[in-house]
């Protein structure tokens, strides 16, 4: 069992920046695939970005591409998500994500474990 835990969202203004924090529950956290995903009100739960445990890569949705950076600190158990040039589209419960089996992590079904979510408004 993983148990995540998601911090560091808030209200911004359009252009600021956040960064996401996830903390993981277990020392196994290093070997599980991290994704971010979020939710904005009345659409669903959508792929952010996913960083592998082994190689490191990182690949992000077209929407975030050059705004945000994913990244991880196996030591602290933790995975990032830093958001720069934030828009008011932008604006969603972000969740963290891990996968065990690092097969499609652009899908939602890929991932055995999820944070319970934190809300990032971006106001124009």
């Known amino acids: 069992q993983v148990q995540l835990v998601e911090s560091g969202g808030g209200l911004v203004q359009a252009g600021g920046s956040l960064r996401l924090s996830c903390a993981a529950s277990?020392?196994?956290?290093?070997?599980?695939?991290m994704g971010w995903f979020r939710q904005a009100p009345g659409k669903e739960r959508e792929f952010v970005a996913f960083?592998?445990?082994?190689?490191?890569?990182?690949y992000y949705a077209d929407s975030v591409k050059g705004r945000f950076t994913i990244s991880r600190d196996n030591a602290k158990n933790t995975v990032y998500l830093q958001m720069y040039s934030l828009k008011p589209e932008d604006t969603a419960v972000y969740y963290c994500a891990a996968s065990s089996s690092g097969i499609y992590l652009l899908s939602l079904g890929s991932y055995d474990y999820w944070g319970q979510g934190t809300q990032v408004t971006v106001s124009s």
């Open positions: 960083i592998r445990w082994r190689s490191g890569s990182t």
């Open positions: 277990r020392r196994t956290f290093s070997s599980y695939d």
